[in-house]
């Protein structure tokens, strides 16, 4: 499959534009020694903090890690975890200049209580209340500005309410006139909307949720049917499913590439799908061949799952296993 030190040294410098959710993944890090005896609850003490970028700043934070050069669009609120957010944004070299604050939103911030390497607990701080129609305008106008410098755009959608039917419909657009491939990792709020795009990155999950149908992994004709049918009705170019413990599947409408897991002692899955939609997006803007665009990004999203939390794909992991696992 080629030499990959050249393969993952062509991702430095590829401009991407991202259009979604952005947010704050905060960890609360402790020890539990005792049950509280005000409820059967366990009490963690606290001993480390740390705010992480997350959702679509995530996909950026990978994209950075890659070499790339991300360009973040988003509607955050104007709040102290909004300033929190671009101060995060600006120490990791991300390009804010598509972020807008809104008086009228809050900062999406997660927080997970961590013991022991265990997720104990999650706190959503977050409103998922659609963009109105001047917010939609003005956030449109900054993307139509920094478009055309884009070599690729990543809609990364967390149903938080940025990503809007007509945003769709006008980003899409205009990708297409210029000649810009469009990859979207969906949510369930917006998933039929998204017409006319190149890749279309669903997890299985995701997809079954989207298409309101249940149907399982071991009738594979059954399934294929299903992807044939969603990519004729959207006109979607190419299907990207993440299957979890089976893998992944890739295809154009008429050859199906199935690709295994590779065994792994995952730890946390979070931000996994961030990681597959990041290197997917370079793969794609490189022009690589579908199976190659599926295989590294089904390497790097396993990686990233050794570790504890959302954090990125180290380049230079994922140049070392390419080699390994694809015999480069």
Do not use: W
């Amino acid at each position: 499959m080629g030499n990959f030190n050249n393969l993952i040294n062509q991702f430095e410098n590829i401009p991407v534009l991202i259009i979604g959710d952005v947010m704050i993944d905060a960890y609360l890090f402790g020890n539990v020694e005792r049950i509280s005896p005000e409820a059967p609850v366990p009490i963690v003490a606290v001993n480390k903090k740390e705010s992480r970028l997350g959702g679509a700043a995530n996909v950026a934070l990978n994209l950075v890690s890659l070499g790339a050069k991300p360009i973040l669009c988003s509607t955050i609120g104007n709040d102290t975890e909004g300033n929190e957010l671009i101060d995060l944004l600006t120490r990791s070299n991300i390009n804010a200049a598509g972020i807008l604050k809104d008086n009228d939103r809050i900062t999406t911030v997660k927080t997970r209580v961590i013991s022991q390497n265990h997720q104990m607990l999650r706190i959503d701080n977050e409103s998922t209340k659609s963009l109105n129609d001047a917010q939609t305008n003005a956030l449109l106008a900054k993307i139509e500005q920094l478009l055309p410098l884009a070599k690729i755009v990543i809609f990364e959608d967390y149903d938080k309410g940025v990503i809007t039917e007509n945003l769709i419909e006008k980003v899409t657009k205009k990708a297409n006139q210029l000649g810009i491939p469009t990859v979207v990792d969906p949510k369930k709020r917006n998933f039929t909307y998204y017409n006319n795009v190149t890749l279309f990155k669903p997890n299985l999950k995701e997809l079954r949720e989207g298409i309101n149908e249940h149907f399982s992994l071991q009738n594979k004709s059954k399934f294929e049917q299903v992807c044939q049918n969603l990519m004729s009705k959207m006109n979607i170019k190419y299907l990207f499913v993440t299957l979890s413990e089976n893998g992944v599947m890739i295809t154009n409408g008429t050859e199906f590439t199935y690709i295994p897991a590779h065994l792994r002692k995952i730890a946390d899955v979070s931000g996994a799908g961030d990681t597959v939609i990041s290197v997917a997006s370079l793969c794609l803007a490189l022009n690589l061949p579908l199976h190659q665009v599926a295989a590294i990004s089904n390497l790097a999203g396993g990686l990233v799952c050794e570790e504890v939390g959302v954090i990125p794909i180290d380049k230079n992991k994922l140049s070392v296993e390419l080699k390994e696992v694809l015999n480069a």
